[in-house]
């Protein structure tokens, strides 16, 4: 693979005086996937931070949504935001994994990050993904994934079966055009990635989820019993009646709570459910309880340190 890099010394929000910023692709001539926005400190480094954005979303668009790439990164972490696949192609060969498989060695190596010192985490569907990584390389014996220290996610959805039906709700109740436009586009895919609804292909929804409650000890977030894991959530049910008509059962909520339930029930005490009650707002000001802003970079990187 040949490299083409694009070295920034400033960030949209101005002059960056403790790091500076590159993009790079990791595929000759193909600047619309396999790429990542890495921020590197200009001070020692402690640690790799990768964060997976949300379905749809590009890496630079990451950098209005929280300040955390750009604190993480002046607090000494090397922070890789990738995209690592076209999002609106359906990617039914896991491409999206083998990609992250390789990109993390590759960048461990090229920056010099210190052994086990590696944390990885997303928004929404990136933290899905976030999860699932973490789960098959403690899953594994073999060593074939690094594996992360800690890893976390900001308002994830964890069980796609509950994700099915939650789009299928959504549908039906017709409410809200926003919604509903996104959960047909969201179903079709399903059925062409999983091969159909959960009533028909319940194994394979119990195998990409990354916290199945039906599955024994919750299906694969089992293997994360060890390590440290944080799932934040604005659990705004006002929000949601108001906006979509919802109700607990289809929120991201419910599946927060129950995996960070069961992680302790498995022993992990360093499982932490984040209340961020209130505290979502999109990067145009609009009150919005699945916004990355939910987290709290300052008090987030605390917690990272320590876990290091």
Same mark, same amino acid.
């Given at each position: 693979m040949r490299y083409i890099c694009m070295v920034c010394l400033c960030l949209m929000y101005g002059a960056l005086s403790a790091q500076t910023m590159e993009t790079i692709y990791?595929?000759?001539?193909?600047?619309?996937?396999?790429?990542?926005?890495?921020?590197?400190?200009?001070?020692?480094?402690?640690?790799?931070?990768?964060?997976?954005?949300?379905?749809?979303?590009?890496?630079?668009?990451?950098?209005?949504?929280?300040?955390?790439?750009?604190?993480?990164?002046?607090?000494? &972490?090397?922070?890789?935001?990738?995209?690592?696949v076209d999002y609106f192609v359906v990617d039914t060969t896991n491409l999206f994994e083998k990609r992250?498989?390789?990109?993390?060695?590759?960048?461990?190596?090229?920056?010099?990050?210190?052994?086990?010192? &590696?944390?990885?985490?997303? =928004?929404?569907?990136?933290? =899905?993904?976030?999860?699932?990584?973490?789960?098959?390389?403690?899953?594994?014996?073999?060593?074939?994934?690094?594996?992360?220290?800690?890893? &976390?996610?900001?308002?994830?959805?964890?069980?796609?079966?509950?994700?099915?039906?939650? &789009?299928?709700?959504?549908?039906?109740?017709?409410?809200?055009?926003?919604s509903v436009e996104e959960s047909k586009f969201m179903l079709q895919r399903f059925q062409v990635l999983y091969g159909g609804s959960p009533s028909q292909k319940p194994v394979v929804y119990e195998s990409v989820s990354s916290y199945y409650p039906e599955a024994p000890d919750g299906g694969n977030i089992c293997y994360l019993k060890?390590?440290?894991?944080?799932?934040?959530?604005?659990?705004?049910?006002?929000?949601?009646?108001?906006?979509?008509?919802?109700?607990?059962?289809?929120?991201?909520?419910?599946?927060?709570s129950g995996c960070i339930s069961q992680l302790k029930n498995l022993g992990n005490n360093k499982a932490e459910f984040i209340n961020c009650l209130g505290k979502g707002y999109l990067p145009d000001g609009r009150r919005h309880p699945h916004a990355f802003s939910i987290l709290d970079p300052d008090e987030f990187i605390e917690w990272a340190i320590q876990c290091l």
């Open positions: 990791r595929t000759s001539k193909d600047t619309t996937q396999n790429y990542y926005l890495v921020l590197k400190p200009l001070v020692p480094v402690k640690g790799l931070l990768v964060i997976l954005p949300g379905f749809g979303t590009i890496p630079k668009e990451v950098l209005q949504e929280t300040k955390l790439p750009e604190k993480a990164a002046k607090a000494g &972490f090397v922070v890789v935001i990738p995209l690592l992250l498989a390789t990109l993390i060695p590759e960048v461990v190596k090229k920056y010099a990050i210190p052994i086990n010192a &590696f944390i990885i985490g997303g =928004h929404s569907l990136g933290g =899905h993904q976030a999860l699932r990584y973490a789960e098959k390389a403690y899953e594994s014996k073999l060593g074939v994934l690094i594996r992360p220290k800690s890893v &976390f996610g900001v308002d994830p959805p964890l069980n796609m079966k509950r994700l099915w039906n939650s &789009f299928a709700y959504n549908v039906r109740i017709n409410f809200s055009k926003v060890d390590i440290p894991v944080r799932l934040y959530c604005d659990p705004d049910i006002n929000w949601v009646i108001a906006n979509r008509r919802g109700s607990y059962e289809y929120m991201n909520a419910s599946d927060l």
